[in-house]
Each structure stands twice: as C-alpha cells, then as structure tokens.
C-alpha cells in the first residue's frame, strides 16, 4: 500500500528535481521516491555506522538498523577504513552465523 505525502519545497530544488529527472529520463515523483529510498538507506547506515563507532551498539545491531547483512556491514566498514571494534567472541559468532 502507498500513501501520498505533501510537502512544500523551495523552488529552486523543484527546478534541480526536474532538471535531474529530464537526465535521468524520469518523471519527477520517480526521481524523488529514488532519491528518497536512497538517501534514507544511506541515513540509516551512517545512523549505524556512528552508534557503532562510538562503541554504543554492537556489530550485530548496526548492521541490523542498517538493514545489512553482517558480512555486508563489516565488509562496508573496511572498505571505509573504520576501525572494527571487534572481539574474539564477535568472530566466533560471525563463523557461526556463516
């Protein structure tokens, strides 16, 4: 089920959308649910990402508020050179899981 949302944008952004989507060759509502799918996807990985960081959450639940898998967030994280803060006991759950 899809629900319609409102919202009031500058002007200037509505001129961006439609510029980009004529490029893209999309109408301006595809352009921006994608960009919107998109942007929340990368929101919910730096939200992750930085609780993670700060040794708040665990690995596990990062990679879950990312909707990652785990080995797709740890393999995330090394491609961006974020320290892991990994433990032995982290590891023997990631064989087991795999």
């Known amino acids: 089920m899809t629900k319609q949302i409102n919202l009031r944008l500058d002007e200037d952004l509505i001129k961006e959308f439609e510029e980009l989507a004529k490029h893209e060759n999309l109408d301006r509502a595809a352009l921006v649910k994608k960009l919107l799918i998109e942007g ?45 803060n990994l433990t032995l006991e982290d590891f023997k759950k990631i064989l087991l899981i795999s």
């Open 40 to 84: 929340l996807q990368q929101e919910r990985l730096n939200f992750a990402m930085q609780k993670y960081i700060l040794k708040e959450i665990s690995i596990e639940k990062a990679a879950e508020i990312a909707k990652m898998s785990l080995h797709e967030f740890i393999h995330k994280i090394t491609q961006l050179g974020i320290p892991s």
